[in-house]
């Protein structure tokens, strides 16, 4: 196989799977890990794809453009679905606090919280507040704040100035992207000013994101991956970025495989 015909292979198995790890592209194509980050540097020259830690991305990775909730919640459903029900093991005994960020996946792990227990919820998510609402067991605090309609999420200053009041047992945290370099990453900034503040209100934090957002990098970094107790995902998660992470620290939990 020429060069070009390796870049163009490479540059189409990273569009189609999200992401790609150098070691994988490697063994794919029977080359060294040198060929292939030289292949690498020619793609992302030419804006076909986008460098990041250990691998590559499409170049459309990195971008402002969110998609709609209604559109994010019927993709990788299976996956996300099995990301909460081992989310749902973490939920603490009677008299705990639980922060919920907004997204469709922490939506999914709201549609499991126990019932035969006390819980107090904050959640800064209107789909969440609606579903919880109506849960005898659940004491309901939603974050006041201007509401994304892309996100369905409430954030500003309203949102801010009590989070940075609180302290709560346990969060169940999204994100757009995740690697070791840029952190947790979110494409909009008064989102990602919500999601640190729910960081640091935690004593344990639990990110809930499919594998193909890790080793991605969105345009705005609200944690440090070193701020994450454990990352549940799925079993695509690659063996380098599970290796990586689990270097910095990070509990790696993959729902529906081998944790």
């Known amino acids: 196989m020429y060069p070009e015909e390796r870049q163009q292979a490479i540059a189409s198995l990273v ?3 999200g992401r790609a790890s150098v070691a994988e592209l490697a063994q794919a194509y029977n080359v ?3 060929t292939v980050r030289r292949d690498l540097a020619v793609l992302d020259k030419a ?3 986008r460098r990041v830690h250990g691998g590559a991305v499409p170049a459309r990775a990195l971008h402002l453009i969110e998609t709609e909730v209604s559109e994010r919640d019927v993709t990788r459903s299976e996956q996300k679905d099995a990301i909460a029900a081992a989310a749902a093991e973490f939920f603490p005994p009677g008299g705990a606090t639980v922060l919920l960020d907004a997204g ?3 939506t999914r792990i709201a549609a499991q919280i126990p019932t035969d227990r006390p819980l107090l919820v904050v959640t800064n998510s209107v789909p969440i507040a609606a579903r919880l609402a109506a849960v005898p067991s659940v004491s309901l605090h939603l974050l006041g704040g201007r509401v994304r309609g892309v996100t369905q999420a409430a954030v500003g200053d309203q949102a801010l100035s009590v989070l940075n009041t609180l302290r709560v ?3 169940f945290i999204g994100t757009n992207a995740l690697s070791v370099r840029h952190g947790l990453s979110t494409p909009d900034g008064e989102e990602a000013a919500v999601k640190r503040a729910m960081v640091r209100a935690a004593n344990y934090v639990v990110v809930a994101a499919d594998s193909t957002k890790v080793g991605r990098e969105d345009f705005i970094s609200f944690a440090p991956v070193t701020s994450v107790d454990t990352l549940i995902t799925d079993p695509e998660i ?3 970025d599970r290796g990586v992470l689990s270097e910095q620290g990070i ?3 993959c729902a529906g495989g081998a944790s």
Do not use: F, N, R
């Open 15 to 17: 569009s189609a799977k």
């Open 32 to 34: 060294t890990t040198e």
């Open 47 to 49: 804006g076909i794809v």
């Open 104 to 106: 469709t996946t922490t």
């Open 169 to 171: 047992d346990i969060a």
């Open 238 to 240: 690659s063996p380098a």
């Open 251 to 253: 509990e790696i939990i």
